[in-house]
């Protein structure tokens, strides 16, 4: 529904609706990682979307709060691996949810690299290595475009998140 000139604009959405109607939307669970001299560092994705297919650009909007963001300025790189339905337990390190935090959260059998160094999920459904080429601030928030210079793809189930909650 739109509004046309004639009609009074709606009140403003607070943030509260907001991440309700995000919450509505079905989502694959994501996790952006990136490795600098500090080590490996990572957070689970707000939001990723593919920009433009020539080039190959994906964006990932990062909360200007979240310690990875620094590693993923310092690298210049980010990848983005898309979760099993099994990772659960993964998908709540990253989100925080869990104690576990930092280079904790990547234990070294589970991960591997592609060509910009950033980790990659070696049991990924599929992960976007990308070379960070642009990043633009707005609102608190980072919107990272990544040139994708690899890909990695897998099999299995992807972890969704829709209303809150984990399918």
């Known amino acids: 529904m739109s509004t046309t000139d004639s009609e009074q604009p709606s009140s403003p959405i607070d943030v509260k609706t907001f991440w309700s109607a995000i919450a509505a939307k079905p989502s694959a669970v994501a996790v952006v ?3 600098d001299a ?17 080039p190959p650009i994906v964006t990932v909007s990062i909360d200007g709060r979240t310690s990875a963001l620094a590693t993923v300025r310092s690298a210049g790189h980010f990848a ?11 998908a ?20 591997t690299t592609l060509a910009t160094g950033a980790p990659i999920l070696a049991d990924s459904i599929c ?15 980072v919107l990272a475009l990544g040139r994708l210079v690899d890909v990695r793809t897998g099999e299995g189930d992807p972890l969704l998140f829709f209303r809150n909650g984990y399918r």
Do not use: K
Not at 92 to 111: I, L, M, Y
């Open 33 to 35: 990682t990136a490795a």
């Open 127 to 141: 992960a976007f290595d990308c070379r960070l080429e642009e990043m633009i601030e707005r609102n608190g928030s």
């Open 80 to 90: 983005v691996n898309y979760l099993v339905r099994t990772d659960e337990a993964l």
């Open 38 to 54: 500090n080590g490996p560092a990572g957070f689970m994705a707000l939001s990723v979307a593919h920009l433009s297919a020539d």
């Open 92 to 111: 709540n390190d990253f989100s925080g949810r869990t104690e576990r935090q930092g280079a904790d959260r990547f234990e070294p059998t589970r991960w």
